[in-house]
Structures are given as structure tokens and as C-alpha cells.
């Protein structure tokens, strides 16, 4: 039993005082073998053998990061110094890291995923995404998974991040490897299939080609889009029905009207949500120092957002959720509610999740006590360790 909540975010609509949000004041949750099986206010909580005193603070769902490249070896700070003295980002250093994973041994990409994920749960992330990326061979994307797998249930191939340096001049060799062998080893330890489709990486046939091979042995489609430059990821994402569309930096009107288009109607959330998700990763951005993408524009399309940190040792080495809600608020035009929402429900929209991101009966047990009062802090504060306890599946971490 978590008593003596002074605000918790259920992300229930309807709940509560209504909202995206559903927030309740003076409650409890009472949680059994790692799933939350009563809710209500504090005064009515039924007995319970354990009981964890939140202290008047706000508790919210365990963040959901639906967006992270934890597998590799290596870092790239002398890349990002570079950039702050004015070289502009690529996307090229990917290869740098590529280099450096191959030459790796299992253990010590293990040693980084496990460092990683034990920083991003600290933080407050209970579910975290995993991607493939920096192998690029048949063996090294399937060790990458298989390492991913010991850690989250949400794995996904990206064999398609770029075409690595020994089939620069064969892109369509190294696109006929990733439909054939490469999938089929990565594919037994994979949710997910991603493609970079961004000038310099994958164009839109290549991409629609990797992406349908997936979906054919039956992995969900995620798509990097429009990072970088207006280009034909979203709309490519949309139409081979994609949870997510991810970074969408750069959007036409065309692509918005895309996302908006694939709405339903939804009683979890206000009014409804998009099938296809996109997903914002600020991070990037702060660390390319490039300009923003533009949630409200977004949001005020009825497009369904989430955040994620888009961990990785090039564009951005962050695993920190509450850094992304503090840029989204102050940067993206997002209001603290939405950016919370984002973090949490939307992130497992992006999954196409609903036992997470939510403090409902039935849910997982994920849950996050701050050590504030009210979600407001997360970006009212940002820079500021503020998670005083993390429960994952029930335990306390
Ligand atoms: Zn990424």
C-alpha cells in the first residue's frame, strides 16, 4: 500500500479532478504481486501488510521511454565538443560507434546496457525501449538484441541505422541483408523494427522495402523521421500503419494531416488518440543544438505525442525523462500536464502498451513518489534529482 499520496497522476481521464492527467488528491494504491488492484482516496484504503508513507508528495506512473539506443561501446564527447565549437551533426558518427561496438565483447556491452538502464530506472523509468543499431553485421545486431532482451521485453532491430562503411558504395546489398539474414537472426529477439529514413541513411523505398520484411515475420514498425529535414518518413510510417513516428523535427503541413488522419475515438483519453504516435526526443535536439520540434502544433492537430530521451552516445546522452519534460515544456510548447502525459501514457501508446504509463486496477505496479508535491515540479524544477522512490512491477528499487 502507497498511503498518504498528496497528488497522484493516474492518467485515467475522467478520473479524479478530469483531465489528461485524471489527478487525485489524498490517495492510496494498493498494490498486489506487482499489479495495482485498488485505487482510491486515502481515508478508504484497506489494510495491507506493507505500507510505503509517500508523505503528502505527488506519485505518478513509472515513465515510459520508448525511444533508446543503449547497446553500444564507446562515448563521443569529443563529437559533442566539437559541435558546441560550431561543426554541425550528421548523423555520421554513428559510424564512429559502430567501429567501437563491433570490437566489444558481449560483457562489456552488457556492462553499459546494464549501467544505463540501472541510471534510467533511478530516474524514474520503469519500462525503457531497446534498439539495435551500432552491430551492423548478422552476428552483431543479433548479440545486440539478444543482450537488449536480458533487460526489457521492448526490443527493437534497427539494421537499417546506416549503411555501414564497407557497403557505402552497395546500398542495396546492405538492404538485401538486413531483409534476409540479419532479420531473420534478430528477429527472435525482437519486438520492433525501426529504419533511419533520413537523407544519408535510408531513403523512402529502402525503407518501406525493411520495413514490410519486418512486418512479415510479425515486428510492430517504428520509423526515425524527419530529424533532420523535411523528408518522407512520417508519411511512410502512417501508411504501413506505425506505432510511432520519431523525432518529426521537421513536419509540412502534409505530414501533421497525415498523423491526425489515423485518429480514433478512445474513452482512456480525452476525446481520443492517434494510431500512429509521434514521438519527441528533445534531447536530440539540446545536443545538436538544433531548433525544436513543435509539439503544439501537434497536439492542437489532435496528433496523440510522446517523449522519449533517445539515449545514445552521439545526438544525445541522456536517459533522463524529466530533463525531456523540463525541455519540452520550456521549449516545444508543451504545458506541464501534457509533458507529464507524454512521458507516461504516451509512451506506451508508443508501445502500444496499456498496462503501463496508467496507476489503474489491473495495471503493472510502476509507479514513481517525487519528492515535490505536485508533477508541476518536474518542469517547474528541471535539473533537480526529484524522484525519491521508484516502484517496479511492485518492489520498491
Ligand atoms: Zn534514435
Redesign the pocket.
Known amino acids: 500500500m502507497v498511503h498518504n499520496i498528496g497528488e497522484l497522476v493516474t492518467n485515467v481521464a475522467g478520473t479524479g479532478e478530469g483531465g489528461p492527467l485524471g489527478l487525485r488528491r489524498r490517495a492510496a494504491v494498493l498494490i498486489e504481486q506487482g499489479e495495482i488492484v485498488w485505487v482510491g482516496p486515502d481515508g478508504d484504503a484497506p489494510n495491507a501488510d506493507r505500507r510505503i508513507d509517500a508523505g503528502g508528495a505527488a506519485v505518478l506512473p513509472g515513465f515510459v521511454d520508448s ?1 533508446a ?1 543503449l547497446v553500444f561501446a564507446g562515448d563521443r564527447a569529443a563529437e559533442f565538443a566539437a559541435r558546441m565549437a560550431g561543426q554541425p551533426y550528421t548523423g555520421g558518427g554513428i559510424r564512429t560507434t559502430v567501429g567501437a561496438t563491433r570490437a566489444a565483447s558481449d560483457e562489456e556491452l552488457r556492462a553499459t546496457v546494464r549501467r544505463l538502464h540501472a541510471e534510467a530506472l533511478r530516474q524514474g523509468t520503469t519500462t525503457i525501449e531497446i ?1 539495435s543499431g551500432y552491430g551492423l553485421t548478422v552476428a552483431d545486431e543479433a548479440r545486440s538484441l539478444r543482450i537488449a532482451a536480458e533487460f526489457s521485453e521492448e526490443t527493437t532491430f534497427l539494421g537499417a541505422h546506416v549503411v555501414p562503411t564497407e557497403y557505402a558504395d552497395r546500398p542495396d546489398e546492405y538492404v538485401g541483408l538486413v531483409c534476409g539474414p540479419m532479420l531473420t537472426a534478430a528477429a527472435p529477439y525482437a519486438r520492433w523494427i525501426d529504419v533511419f529514413c533520413e537523407r544519408g541513411a535510408f531513403d523512402a523505398d529502402h525503407a518501406r522495402a525493411i520495413l514490410a520484411c519486418g512486418q512479415a515475420l510479425g515486428l510492430g514498425v517504428r520509423v ?1 523521421a524527419n530529424q533532420l529535414g523535411p523528408g518522407p518518413g512520417v508519411r511512410l510510417g502512417v501508411e504501413l500503419g506505425a506505432a510511432s513516428v ?1 523525432h518529426c523535427t521537421h513536419l509540412t503541413d502534409a505530414d501533421i494531416e497525415a498523423l491526425a488522419s489515423t485518429r480514433f475515438d478512445c474513452m482512456c483519453h480525452d476525446g481520443g488518440h492517434t494510431t500512429t504516435v509521434a514521438t519527441l ?1 528533445p534531447g536530440a535536439e539540446f545536443s545538436t543544438r538544433s531548433p525544436y520540434p513543435d509539439a503544439r502544433r501537434l497536439l492542437d492537430a489532435g496528433v496523440t505525442v510522446a517523449l522519449a530521451t ?1 539515449c ?1 552516445p552521439g545526438s544525445s546522452y541522456t536517459s533522463s525523462m524529466p530533463f525531456c519534460i523540463a525541455l519540452a515544456v520550456r521549449e516545444m510548447g508543451m504545458i506541464p500536464a501534457e509533458a507529464v502525459w507524454a512521458a507516461t501514457a504516451g509512451g506506451a501508446r508508443a508501445l502500444r502498451r496499456d498496462d503501463i504509463g496508467v496507476l489503474r486496477p489491473g495495471a503493472r505496479a510502476d509507479l514513481i513518489i517525487l519528492d515535490a508535491p505536485s508533477h508541476l515540479h518536474l518542469a517547474y524544477r528541471p535539473g533537480v534529482p526529484l524522484i525519491r522512490q521508484v516502484l517496479h512491477n511492485g518492489v520498491p528499487r
Do not use: T, V
Open positions: 525511444h539506443h534498439k526515425h520519431d526526443l533517445d545514445n
